[in-house]
Nanobody, 122 residues
């Protein structure tokens, strides 16, 4: 099993920045794809970004391209750098892992963290 714990959420102004972190424990993290989803109040969960096991491949939702960057520091740490934040970015952000980026993107399986709340003021 893989356990995932997110941190770094909070309150930011429009145009501001936050960096989310995800720490993995349990099963070895080395060969897992990792990514981020988010869910706004009353909305469906949506894909945000993903990266492969070595951090060399990345995938982003269109609405965050040019603003958010996913990176992998080591086998246990994954980050989401969020710049130029907008009020519509307000959501609970979840870290996720799976065996491949394509499987992770589906959001149908894998492991999930508890979420960290991001609020962007108008």
């Amino acid at each position: 099993q893989v356990q995932l714990v997110e941190s770094g959420g909070g309150l930011a102004p429009t145009g501001g920045s936050l960096r989310l972190s995800c720490v993995a424990s349990g099963r070895t993290f080395n060969y897992l794809a990792m990514g981020w989803f988010r869910q706004a109040s009353g909305k469906e969960r949506e894909f945000v970004a993903a990266t492969g096991w070595d951090g060399g491949s990345t995938l982003y939702a269109d609405f965050v391209k040019g603003r958010f960057t996913i990176s992998r520091e080591n086998s246990k740490m994954v980050y989401l750098q969020m710049n130029s934040l907008k009020p519509e970015d307000t959501a609970i952000y979840y870290c996720a892992s799976d065996n491949a980026m394509t499987t992770l993107r589906s959001g149908l399986g894998g492991s999930w963290g508890q979420g960290t709340r991001v609020t962007v003021s108008s």
